[in-house]
């Protein structure tokens, strides 16, 4: 079992920054596939970053330009570098790992670290 650990949210003013972090109990290089989710009050989880074991990224439009997901191997923690933070984005932001093993594949969630957007 893998053991994902978020943190850094908290709050901030309205076109402030924050840097959430993923620390993984397990090699992140064996993960296929790491990302951001997340969940607003009353609303689905929604997608928000992921990136591959090959430095591939991926953005949800309403981030792009905005969101940066990046990786340390070393440190086996993934990183959110959120820019030009907007009310809207307030919301409780989960750690995903994703990998496959043959033909199953395994899925882990963090706990959840809380951003709030405002003034």
């Known amino acids: 079992q893998v053991q994902l650990v978020e943190s850094g949210g908290g709050l901030v003013q309205p076109g402030g920054s924050l840097r959430l972090s993923c620390a993984a109990s397990a090699s992140i290089v064996s993960m296929n596939a790491m990302g951001w989710y997340r969940q607003a009050p009353g609303k689905q989880r929604d997608y928000v970053a992921s990136?591959?074991?090959?430095?591939?990224?991926d953005y949800a439009d309403s981030v792009t330009g905005r969101f940066t997901i990046s990786r340390d191997n070393a440190k086996n923690t993934v990183y959110l570098q959120m820019n030009d933070l907007k009310s809207e984005d307030t919301a409780v932001y989960y750690c995903h790992a994703e990998r496959w093993v043959i033909t199953t594949r395994s899925d882990y969630w963090g706990q959840g670290t809380q951003v709030t957007v405002s003034s």
């Open positions: 990136i591959t074991s090959s430095g591939s990224t």
